[in-house]
């Protein structure tokens, strides 16, 4: 029987819903299979070397996971196989040609911490993203709600998504992908952002 390490660890994901507008993205739940799920976020409690990280719209935890000395029950997440499988799995879900750079960067939101309105875009960065969300079983009262919004009007929400744990969003980004995470009152917020690339980025 294959071990853990060596699974695709998101051989479950699977979009629940598509959606056109106000921009291209899926949903899907339950995208980790439950023992990678657990381990990963043991580890991103107890294990994982996080930086602060402030912007002019974010205040956040990160690092990236490509860099990190992972265990072996989660080293799956970032092997070239898993990638492609994922690359494979997010190029199918949109139709688009992705190059084969893909980044890997783990995010905490503390209480108090939120991520302000944005749409990712910038000259030769990423095209598409996936979000994993990761927790211990947020309250709504905790806050961390993943907001995507019809225009750059803070006040133009197109939907909430509630953070619950193994929840994923993946979408395309593009002058209307505007998001934001609303400000954290309770518990720990994590998430694994998968940022890919066109085929011409060059990047390795």
Known sequence: MATLALLDPYQRLAPSHVAAAPFR???TDGCLAPEMEAALLAWLEHGAPW???????YEQFEFDMRDADLPDAIASLVSPISLDALRAKMEAAFGDALGTHVQVVAHRLDPGQRIAIHNDMRKGGETHRL??????GLADADGGFFMLFNSDDVNDIHRILRPISGSAIGFAISPASHHAVSRLHGGERFTLVYSFYGPDNGQS
Do not use: G, P
């Open 25 to 27: 993205y899926f949903l």
């Open 51 to 57: 930086t602060l990280v402030e912007t002019d719209f």
């Open 131 to 136: 979000t994993v969300q990761l927790n211990r």
